[in-house]
């Protein structure tokens, strides 16, 4: 793994409760993603991070906010996670600066299940 | 909208055989075509890639066939092994901060 680390790794939640995921990189990537893996989805963005404070909204926004205060944290939280949001997530970073960082590197990933 | 479309879902070979994976896009803005390697319990990783002035590209066993036209582009394993099982998923690339959108994978199991 890319220098990416995902936590936790395992967490059960009950619907209604807040939930945030953390993803944390060590390569000083400027780009920061995050992800969901359903069965017979892929992967599909979530939101996604430009730089520190700087964020946008992917394809499957809805129930999610993030944060980047700093260039090696991105959290993903679910404000109120409901059973639909039961998924494996997954953290990834890129950086446009060189050829060999211009493409995204996953990290381990995160099995969240809301009850 | 389902801007990427992989198959087969499921791929059954034997040691040896050259399992083929194919997807198919619809925007023409893409600008780079990445193949990703999913091992059960793992995150996905970057297999091999292209981009769309190039028409085929070859790493070890692993080679990506692009046709630009057709706006296809396929994934070949020669000489496959059984710790080429895994599940396999396509991606296309756009925008500013190079976002990925995947294909639904194809689960890839080579027998012995």
């Known amino acids: 793994d890319a220098g990416i680390t995902q936590s936790p790794r395992h967490k059960v939640t009950e619907t209604g409760t807040p939930v945030t995921l953390r993803c944390h990189q060590t390569e000083n990537h400027r780009y920061m993603y995050w992800y969901r893996q359903d069965p017979g989805h892929g992967l599909r963005l979530i939101h996604y991070s430009y730089g520190v404070k700087d964020t946008d909204k992917g394809e499957v926004s809805d129930g999610y906010s993030v944060s980047r205060s700093k260039t090696e944290d991105f959290l993903l939280t679910l404000e109120s996670a409901t059973s639909s949001q039961t998924s494996v997530y997954f953290c990834?970073?890129?950086?446009?600066?060189?050829?060999?960082?211009?493409?995204?590197?996953f990290g381990p990933g995160t099995r969240l299940t809301v009850l | 909208q389902q801007q990427v479309k992989q198959s087969p879902q499921s791929l059954i070979v034997q040691k040896g055989g050259i399992p083929i994976i194919n997807c198919a896009y619809e925007n023409t803005a893409f600008d780079y075509f990445p193949w990703y390697q999913q091992f059960p319990g793992k995150g996905p990783a970057l297999l091999i890639a292209?981009?769309?002035?190039?028409s085929e590209k070859k790493e070890g066993r692993f080679t990506i066939s692009f046709n630009k036209s057709a706006k296809q582009f396929s994934l070949h394993i020669m000489d496959s092994q059984p710790g080429d099982s895994a599940t396999y998923f396509c991606a296309v690339r756009s925008g500013s901060a190079r976002q990925l959108t995947f294909g639904s994978g194809t689960q890839l199991t080579v027998l012995p």
């Open positions: 990834a970073i890129s950086d446009p600066g060189k050829p060999s960082t211009d493409t995204q590197y």
């Open positions: 292209i981009r769309p002035d190039v």
